[in-house]
T-cell receptor
Framework: NAGVTQTPKFQVLKTGQSMTLQCAQDMNHNSMYWYRQDPGMGLRLIYYSASEGTTDKGEVPNGYNVSRLNKREFSLRLESAAPSQTSVYFC???????????????FGPGTRLTVL | EDQVTQSPEALRLQEGESSSLNCSYTVSGLRGLFWYRQDPGKGPEFLFTLYSAGEEKEKERLKATLTKKESFLHITAPKPEDSATYLCAVPQGGGYQKVTFGTGTKLQVIP
């Protein structure tokens, strides 16, 4: 199993350009997430999808849109990139269950985005 | 809103020198706490889930403990391969999808 895969691994954009970050998981998980990680700020949730067909805002959703394409895939779109969106983006998935299970999230390798 | 604070921000240990990392939190009704390890340039990797005060989990040289207000990650006789950033997180809301992460402790173990 590949787990959680993300494309691209690196990207440089100019201010105002748009792009879509792709994420796929092969663990049959219901829930998927997009985070950004900045120095000193930790991981912050952008959007998440509790199950196929649903999406919800996280802590920092402004400037982003998401699409849960099917159970496997969850994409993140930047419509008009800004320098403040320079960050490392992580996709994750999980199968939330009862408190007796681990409820852990599985993370992808990340996309390093620079907006000039 | 729930807050998660980790200390210290960075820790440098000699190989074999045991220590502890701290994760304190303010939550209304703790329903669990997660520990992750993150290597440079990679995504976080799950280590432990703790659900109730007094619970302990162990994995190799790592042992995680939980009280009502904080969690500790004890590292016994660390090796250089234990060097990484260690993150803790607590669930928000009613389920386990949304979690709040701390900013992490960067551990360096020197041979």
């Amino acid at each position: 199993n590949a787990g959680v895969t993300q494309t691209p691994k690196f990207q440089v954009l100019k201010t105002g350009q748009s792009m879509t970050l792709q994420c796929a998981q092969d663990m049959n998980h219901n829930s998927m997430y997009w985070y950004r990680q900045d120095p000193g700020m930790g991981l912050r949730l952008i959007y998440y999808s509790a199950s196929e067909g649903t999406t919800d805002k996280g802590e920092v959703p402004n400037g982003y849109n998401v699409s849960r394409l099917n159970k496997r895939e969850f994409s993140l779109r930047l419509e008009s990139a800004a320098p403040s969106q320079t960050s490392v983006y992580f996709c994750a998935s999980s199968q939330p269950g009862l408190p007796s299970s681990y409820n852990e999230q599985f993370f992808g390798p990340g996309t390093r985005l620079t907006v000039l | 809103e729930d807050q998660v604070t980790q200390s210290p921000e960075a820790l440098r240990l000699q190989e074999g020198e045991s220590s502890s990392l701290n994760c304190s939190y303010t939550v209304s009704g703790l329903r669990g706490l997660f520990w992750y390890r993150q290597d440079p340039g990679k995504g976080p990797e799950f280590l432990f889930t703790l659900y109730s005060a007094g619970e302990e989990k162990e994995k190799e040289r790592l042992k995680a403990t939980l009280t009502k207000k904080e969690s500790f990650l004890h590292i016994t006789a660390p090796k250089p391969e234990d060097s990484a950033t260690y993150l803790c997180a607590v669930p928000q809301g009613g389920g386990y999808q949304k979690v709040t992460f701390g900013t992490g402790t960067k551990l360096q173990v020197i041979p």
